[in-house]
Nanobody, 119 residues
């Protein structure tokens, strides 16, 4: 059974930081591309940051220079360090694991963790 479990969300003041974690089980973690998405009320889910199995990363323009994604394959965990948080960063943050192999796609999601940026 595949599980992605996010943690680290919470309430933070503008300018603050949070470190989100996503612990994976039931998959060969090192084979998967990992991503952090977020969804605010009334908005579509959007990609925030991704890190492929080889370690290359990509970011949404809105978070470049403020967020950093990393992974620890030994711990089956992907992280999202969020700095200089803004109210518009408030959303539910979801972890995604994706693997395309041969003609199949394996795609898994966590349950999400709430991030609220407010004074």
């Amino acid at each position: 059974q595949v599980q992605l479990v996010e943690s680290g969300g919470g309430l933070v003041q503008p300018g603050g930081s949070l470190r989100l974690s996503c612990a994976a089980s039931g998959i060969i973690f090192s084979m998967y591309d990992m991503g952090w998405y977020r969804q605010a009320p009334g908005k579509r889910r959007e990609l925030v940051a991704g890190i492929v199995q080889g370690g290359s990363t990509n970011y949404a323009d809105s978070v470049k220079g403020r967020f950093t994604v990393s992974r620890d394959n030994a711990k089956n965990t992907v992280y999202l360090q969020t700095n200089s948080l803004k109210p518009e960063d408030s959303a539910v943050y979801y972890c995604n694991a994706n693997l395309r192999m041969s003609l199949k796609t394996y795609d898994f999601w966590g349950q999400g963790t709430q991030v609220t940026v407010s004074a």
